[in-house]
């Protein structure tokens, strides 16, 4: 995390320093020894988290993170216990008292990591839930096709087969190669031939450009051949 500190002593910011020196996830990337300097920096440089004075001529450490639009996390590194309540008013991540102990540092560091991490966590997009099963137009009636029930799927011109590992005879219905393409999860299924997809955890082994699925034998076209390879993760000689 990117970090700053802020402090009018250059004896505390050393130590500050020193001590983030030591914390693997921490990268101090500016030092202040007041408050307005610290404004001016962030307005075009961004930090994760504050290491902060209070106490400072001037401006105070407390109103000059009340003076911020955009707060970064914020740890009170101060002198004086009684402003620790003030600090938690402003939704400071910590505080950690003069003089420094390294192991009262580290904990309010942490403190503050685990905060950043269930912010990048409610902030990532949720993931689409896995796809199961597709439903399809066959026998005047839309069935549902389990996906890991899927061995293969033949294309004959308007229609298409799809073979399932649950029953002897394949599914038949009126569908083109493409459309059923699309329904496929890319992660699950890959086209091997234009009349030809597969399913990827069902091959069972690849011989003479033919991938063996039980007693079949599906082609692996030359205009699909380079594709294929690499998404099996196999470079051909």
Not at 165 to 194: A, D, G, N, Y
Request: hydrophobic share 40%; glycine share 2%.
């Amino acid at each position: 995390m990117k970090c700053m500190a802020v402090d009018d002593e250059s004896l505390a910011l050393d130590l500050v320093e020193d001590n983030i020196s030591k914390v693997p996830f921490l990268q101090l990337v500016k030092r202040c020894r007041n408050a307005m300097e610290a404004v001016e920096y962030l307005e075009n440089n961004p930090v994760d988290l504050l290491f902060l004075d209070i106490q400072m001529p001037g401006m105070t450490g407390l109103q000059f993170l009340e003076s911020l639009t955009t707060k970064p996390m914020v740890i009170f590194v101060t002198a004086y216990q009684q402003y620790a309540l003030d600090g938690f008013n402003l939704d400071v991540i910590d505080y950690v008292l003069k003089p420094i102990n390294f192991e009262r540092f580290l904990k309010a560091s942490h403190k503050a990591l685990d905060y950043h991490k269930s912010k990048q966590m409610l902030n990532k997009p949720a993931e689409a839930p896995k796809l199961e099963f597709i439903f399809i137009h066959a026998d005047y009636s839309l069935m549902k096709i389990m996906l890991e029930d899927i061995l293969y799927i033949e294309g004959l011109k308007d229609y298409i087969k799809i073979h399932l590992r649950t029953q002897k005879f394949p599914v038949v219905c009126r569908m083109t190669m493409k459309s059923i393409e699309e329904k496929l999860p890319s992660t699950e299924f890959i086209r091997v031939h234009k009349s030809f997809i597969v399913s990827l955890s069902k091959m069972e082994s690849i011989r003479s450009q033919k991938i063996k699925i039980g007693e079949n034998h599906i082609p692996i076209s030359e205009s699909y051949s380079e594709h294929f390879y690499q998404i099996i993760g196999y470079q051909k000689q």
